[in-house]
């Protein structure tokens, strides 16, 4: 299934509005004891990149949902290279299934881990996804946090008569997908301002080996059969 980019937009703004609603408000006391003046403003970008960032001067923390993300977890192939999808599987977060609904609430919870994180003074240079980090989301999951933030956004989606799939996702056949490509093909990985490009040299059991051209000419890859996609000759 597919979604537009204006309906991943408006999904977007969902996620901002749960987001502080759900998972700020009832946080905000404790943030704001330890960070005076703090605040929080979330937003949708217009690319993949989605992050949690503060701003000292203003004492802004800011939550970007990429509109291009929530597109892309729409779709199985792409949606298993994201972090949220191992997490859900890895730690069993949502019962372990993977859908669409899951995969945008986690996020949520992701991001929102990272802004406890910071005011917990236990993110680092160098070590992001720490064990402090997973302590803090595996709260969230654990005492709640996580499953309202879910409902909430499944409430606010049908509301606004937006499609949020709860079906779980098949990981897509690797050995099928492997059969796609072959040595010389040119291709295309990563996405916005880390947009990169080859050809492949080596078809390995899972990845392809991939020489850089362009702008990545002298640099090689090993590239995830599930994250390549062919490029116009």
């Known amino acids: 299934?597919?979604?537009?980019?204006?309906?991943?937009?408006?999904?977007?703004?969902?996620?901002?509005?749960?987001?502080?609603?759900?998972?700020?408000?009832?946080a905000a006391d404790w943030?704001?004891?330890?960070?005076?003046?703090?605040?929080?403003?979330c937003r949708v970008g217009s690319g993949q990149a989605t992050y949690h960032r503060f701003d000292p001067r203003q004492k802004q923390h800011q939550i970007t949902y990429g509109k291009r993300m929530i597109m892309a977890k729409y779709q199985p192939e792409a949606a298993i290279s994201w972090l949220s999808g191992r997490e859900i599987r890895q730690y069993g977060y949502f019962g372990g299934r993977v859908t669409t609904l899951n995969l945008l609430a986690h996020t949520?919870?992701?991001?929102?881990?990272?802004l406890l994180q910071h005011v917990s003074g236990q993110r680092y240079r160098g070590s992001v996804h720490n064990r402090h980090f997973y302590r803090i989301?595996?709260?969230?999951?654990?005492?709640?946090?996580?499953?309202?933030?879910?409902r909430h956004?499944?409430?606010?989606?049908?509301?606004?008569?937006?499609?949020?799939?709860?079906?779980?996702?098949?990981?897509?056949?690797t050995r099928q997908l492997m059969t796609n490509?072959?040595?010389?093909?040119?291709?295309?990985?990563?996405?916005?301002?880390?947009?990169?490009?080859?050809?492949?040299?080596?078809?390995?059991?899972?990845?392809?080996?991939?020489?850089?051209?362009?702008?990545?000419?002298?640099?090689?890859?090993?590239?995830?059969?599930?994250l390549l996609s062919a490029l116009a000759d």
């Not at 999904?11 to 987001?19: D, E, I, Q, R």
């Not at 943030?31 to 403003?41: D, I």
């Not at 949520?108 to 990272?114: D, L, N």
């Not at 956004?153 to 897509?172: F, I, K, N, Y």
Request: hydrophobic letters at 35%; aromatic letters at 4%; proline letters at 6%.
């Open 137 to 150: 989301l595996d709260e969230l999951h654990s005492s709640g946090g996580a499953e309202a933030t879910r």
């Open 181 to 226: 490509w072959s040595v010389g093909d040119s291709v295309g990985f990563g996405a916005g301002k880390r947009q990169l490009e080859g050809t492949i040299i080596r078809v390995n059991r899972k990845t392809c080996t991939v020489e850089g051209t362009g702008p990545c000419r002298g640099l090689r890859y090993r590239v995830p059969v599930v």
């Open 1 to 26: 299934m597919t979604i537009s980019q204006k309906a991943a937009v408006g999904l977007g703004k969902l996620m901002c509005s749960v987001t502080e609603e759900i998972l700020w408000q009832p």
């Open 31 to 41: 943030v704001l004891a330890r960070s005076p003046g703090s605040h929080l403003a």
């Open 108 to 114: 949520c919870c992701h991001e929102f881990a990272h």
């Open 153 to 173: 956004l499944a409430s606010q989606a049908e509301d606004a008569g937006v499609v949020l799939p709860d079906e779980q996702m098949q990981p897509p056949d």
